[in-house]
């Protein structure tokens, strides 16, 4: 069979009572924090050096263009800190377990951040590995050059055994959705540091993963975010010679644990989206696509501030799941500003045309209960169905029944047939890494305005797309829940 997208996607679908037995193999557990042994570490200032900017104005003020403009290791460090650094602890059967600034289906983290930097003062120009446990640098490339100025340029990977250990063929979904996560982090952290941030998942794979030293069965670039405004949104890389030499052994460093284990679906699906077959596609209108039919339109109005908001920092470092929903309701304030910040320039300017954005609206000021879907473009939302269906999709969610308090749950929604038409089964990388940036601003955005959320990625497939009334070839990608909890750190 041919890999697809939505081939990819039925293969790793859950059905109720159909879930094969599967126990988790502790003793070969994979690591988290990348291992490079024998290579040097610079360690990071831990300053943050945003002041008390919010989340509001990131999204909402235009932000600079200092692509030219040199940069010190403090402002990078600081750039590092606020997309992803540990931000909590547990004891695991007496081992310390580490929680991040962004969120992870099992908290099994399994992406990391690289950083190809050019005229920053106090760095040489080379390529580094971001380590989180730090935070500190490791030297990969040293003496490359790119643009012969000042740029940096981010390379965003994820490995796949970190994931499928728990999550087998389905994890190549959450790879993808948790390296958006992170991804959208790191975006907002360069907007709030000045820059204007390029995002593209289109590149040539072979020549950044061996670029980046990575052994591609295990470990594999899935995004690129420059700071440079240029048309090419990847880096010019320079010929193969002028690379610098890597790291000896550089490649074992994508090796997690003793024993990992290949799945198929995984590596077949990776492997037939490296076919680059761009656009056009931003005259998809997906909401068309889903078999659904729209009625009353409601325009979602500007919101000129978003109420009692916490300090950018403080937001993404107390950034948590919460699952305590209480049926209070969530005051229309609330729901308009977090239906504005999912409007925000900062995402439109991916590709939001493949995904649709549907809302299980209940308890909330202003609106109805009912399924709805959020144009972005034009800052609409349109009525699908009337009725409070939190209650089912909880029960569908595999029956995770906090899920029925949430006041409302986004829903990521694509008609994957129509998308591997257009894209080809690259396209399922896009759609998915921008459910997963989506998915950490609704996180940042509930942190700031005092709400609870959690992202749900395990749910009986079939039966989601059969309560929302879709086709048979759009497919629920990921859900995140949303609304008032019994209590928030701050607020
Ligand atoms: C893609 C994705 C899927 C997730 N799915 C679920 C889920 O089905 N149920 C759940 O309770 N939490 C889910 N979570 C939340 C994670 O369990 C949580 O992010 C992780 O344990 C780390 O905890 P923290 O978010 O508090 O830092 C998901 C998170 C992501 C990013």
């Known amino acids: 069979m041919k890999f697809s997208s939505l081939y990819y996607h039925n293969l790793t679908s859950y059905k109720r009572r159909g879930i094969s037995p599967h126990f988790l193999d502790w003793e070969n557990q994979p690591r988290i924090f990348k291992r490079y042994d024998g290579v040097d570490t610079i360690d990071l200032p831990r300053k943050v050096a945003v002041g008390d900017l919010t989340l509001f104005q990131i999204l909402k003020e235009r932000p600079g263009d200092l692509s030219n403009t040199q940069q010190t290791l403090d402002i990078l460090s600081s750039i590092l800190l606020l997309t992803c650094t540990i931000t909590a602890q547990a004891m695991h059967s007496g081992t310390p377990f580490y929680f991040r600034n962004v969120a992870s289906a099992g908290a099994l983290y399994p992406f990391e951040l690289y950083l190809l930097a050019e005229g920053v003062h106090g760095l040489a120009s080379g390529l580094y590995h971001y380590a989180i446990d730090g935070p500190a640098l490791h030297p990969l490339r040293q003496g490359i050059s790119v643009s012969q100025t000042h740029s940096l340029n981010f390379f965003l990977s994820t490995i796949f055994f970190r994931s499928s250990w728990k999550y087998r063929d389905r994890a190549y979904r959450y790879c993808l959705l948790d390296t958006g996560h992170l991804l959208e982090n790191l975006v907002l952290s360069l907007r709030g540091h000045g820059f204007s941030p390029q995002v593209t998942y289109d590149f040539d794979d072979s020549l950044i993963n061996s670029f980046l030293g990575f052994d591609p069965d295990r470990e594999v670039c899935l995004s690129v975010c420059c700071t ?155 009525l699908v169905k009337e009725g409070n269906f939190q209650g089912e999709m909880a029960r569908i969610c595999l029956d995770q029944a906090w899920l029925a308090n949430a006041a409302l749950h986004v829903l990521f929604i694509s008609n994957l047939k129509v998308l591997d038409e257009v894209m080809g089964p690259r396209g399922y990388r896009h759609t998915m890494l921008e459910a997963g940036r989506a998915g950490q601003l609704l996180y940042l955005t509930a942190t700031s305005l005092g709400l609870g959320c959690c992202g749900i990625g395990a749910f009986y497939d079939q039966e989601a797309a059969h309560l929302l009334g879709l086709n048979d070839n759009s497919k629920l990608l990921y859900l995140v829940a949303l609304g008032p909890v019994k209590s928030v750190k701050g607020h």
């Open 228 to 382: 440079d405004n240029k048309p090419d949104l990847c880096p010019a890389l320079p010929s193969q010679e002028k690379w610098g030499t890597l790291p000896q052994r550089a490649m074992e460093a994508s090796v997690v644990s003793v024993r990992e284990v290949k799945y198929d679906a995984i590596a077949t699906m990776h492997e037939a989206s490296s076919v680059l077959k761009p656009g056009p596609y931003q005259g998809i209108k997906m909401d068309e696509l889903l078999g659904v039919s729209e009625e009353s339109l409601v325009e979602i109005p500007q919101v000129p501030a978003w109420p009692d908001e916490l300090p950018y920092p403080q937001v993404v470092f107390s950034r948590r799941s919460r699952r305590n929903f209480v049926p209070r309701t969530m005051s229309q304030h609330h729901f308009d500003s977090i239906l504005d910040g999912l409007c925000s320039d900062s995402l439109l300017t991916g590709y939001p045309w493949l995904t649709s954005i549907g809302l299980l609206v209940t308890n909330t000021e202003g609106y109805g209960s009912g399924f709805y879907l959020l144009d972005r473009r034009s800052r609409k939302l349109a």
